[in-house]
């Protein structure tokens, strides 16, 4: 099976809260992973999300590390809108 991984960079303007994340994230870039498999059987190549991860600081007292967090892609996009309708206001 083929898998990807993509990755790319988040940034937030204003302190952030992503479901499944315990505390709020400070402003800032955030890096992203993407995993994603091929779909086979197809005439075209395909892929499919098969896990998104999202990179943030240590929690207290641990800030000098980070954490790789498996969060939702909806999730994500939610704290993403979030942050740009606080941006409007």
């Known amino acids: 099976m ?3 991984t993509r990755r790319e960079t988040v940034i937030f303007k204003h302190p952030a809260r992503i ?5 709020q994230l400070p402003a800032g870039a ?3 992973v993407t995993d994603e498999e091929m779909i086979e059987g197809l005439s075209f190549p395909s892929f499919r999300r098969i896990a ?3 990179m943030v600081p240590g929690a207290p007292p641990h800030h000098h590390s980070m954490e790789m967090l498996t ?3 909806i999730d994500l996009a939610d704290a ?5 309708v606080a ?3």
């Open 71 to 73: 969060i939702s892609s």
């Open 52 to 54: 998104t991860m999202i």
């Open 80 to 84: 993403q809108h979030h942050d740009a």
């Open 30 to 32: 955030y890096e992203v």
């Open 2 to 4: 083929t898998m990807r």
């Open 87 to 89: 941006s409007n206001v």
């Open 19 to 23: 479901k499944g994340i315990e505390r």
